[in-house]
């Protein structure tokens, strides 16, 4: 006995897209912004230099007299700069749009825009005569908020590698370089700081 076959029934489908009404129209509204940011590790730094005061202690470098302006403090912008080195550093050109990617704006009180490459720049400049105090600051509070012992410091050495004779160079010799290279010249250097 032979199957007869059905006729084939074309879908229907509605003339218009719904359109949605109430929190589905708002949801669809917000969706159509940016919704996705960035937190990667902030929940860990940030708090870090919370503890550290980098926001304060700039600013208390920077403006002596507590005349920091208004939008936004040098203090603000060096803790993004830093945040920014230590999650994902970028050149100063694209900072900017790597801020507006992350939690950062909502969290600092800030817009992205003010936090452009002129600014960044200017901030860097306005850091500079102050960096030896800056670091010096910096590292008493990491050791006294951390505890940290100083009975034992290291320090990393670092080796340059040279082609060609330099016979009269006596810092370049062979030795056990830090590329696995015994047959190029090197100079080992290391940095004490600044007394």
């Known amino acids: ?37 960035t937190l990667g590790a902030l929940p860990l730094l940030l708090p870090l230099c919370e503890q550290l005061e980098l926001r304060a202690v700039v600013n208390r470098r920077c403006y002596p007299d507590g005349g920091a302006p208004e939008d936004i403090d040098l203090g603000r912008v060096a803790l993004v700069l830093v945040l920014n080195r230590l999650l994902a550093p970028q050149p100063l050109v694209h900072v900017e749009r790597w801020l507006a990617g992350t939690m950062l704006p909502e969290l600092l009180g800030l817009s992205a825009s003010q936090c452009n490459d002129d600014r960044l720049a200017r901030a860097l400049d306005a ?12 590292i008493v509070a990491a050791l006294t908020r951390f505890a940290v012992d100083l009975r034992a410091l290291c320090y990393d050495l670092t080796s340059l590698s040279f082609c060609g004779a330099y016979e009269e160079a006596d810092l370049i010799r062979y030795g056990d370089s830090r590329d696995h290279r015994p047959d190029q010249k090197q100079v080992e250097a290391a940095t004490w700081p600044r007394r």
Request: aromatic share 2%; proline share 14%.
């Open 1 to 37: 006995m032979s199957r007869r076959a059905r006729p084939l029934r074309p879908l229907s489908l509605p003339p218009h897209p719904s359109v949605p009404v109430g929190q589905a129209a708002a949801l669809d509204a917000t969706l159509d912004q940016a919704l996705v940011r």
């Open 127 to 138: 850091l500079l005569p102050h960096l030896d105090a800056l670091w010096q600051d910096l």
